[in-house]
């Protein structure tokens, strides 16, 4: 295990732009560059929902249907750090984002299945609203 923390979050205006952050220290840092890594999202009341994953060599993406087209994953492996380039943003996209690692190494598919990632981040807090 290591240490995932996000940041970037805040108050946005709905059409506005953020961008979130997700660095790696610890175990996780050392092998951040091994691991697919995703992005999910908890809003007030709801589970935790799938926004996006990109694969430990960086080419390939995947994104939830709600957010494909405004919202962009990219990871530094040199920097340890992941992140999350959200635009266009609604009101409905409000919720808690938290990065996470997956559970294997070298994994060649990217996964939605929040069983699937063993490392967490604590969240940071997206708010979209007028």
């Known amino acids: 295990q290591g240490q995932l923390v996000e940041s970037g979050g805040g108050l946005a205006l709905p059409g506005g732009s953020l961008r979130l952050s997700c660095a790696a220290s610890?175990?996780?840092?050392?092998?951040?560059?091994?691991?697919?890594m995703g992005w999910f999202r908890q809003a007030p009341g709801k589970g935790r929902e799938f926004v996006a994953a990109?694969?430990?060599?960086?080419?390939?993406?995947n994104y939830g249907d709600s957010v494909q087209g405004r919202f962009t994953i990219s990871r530094d492996n040199a920097k340890n750090t992941l992140y999350l380039q959200m635009a266009n943003l609604k009101p409905e996209d409000t919720a808690v984002y938290y990065c996470?690692?997956?559970?294997?190494?070298?994994?060649?598919?990217?996964?939605?299945?929040?069983?699937?990632?063993?490392?967490w981040g604590q969240g940071t807090q997206v708010t979209v609203a007028s």
């Open positions: 990109i694969r430990w060599t960086r080419d390939i993406t």
């Open positions: 996470a690692k997956d559970r294997y190494a070298y994994r060649s598919n990217l996964t939605p299945r929040i069983q699937e990632y063993d490392d």
């Open positions: 610890g175990a996780s840092g050392v092998t951040f560059s091994r691991y697919n």
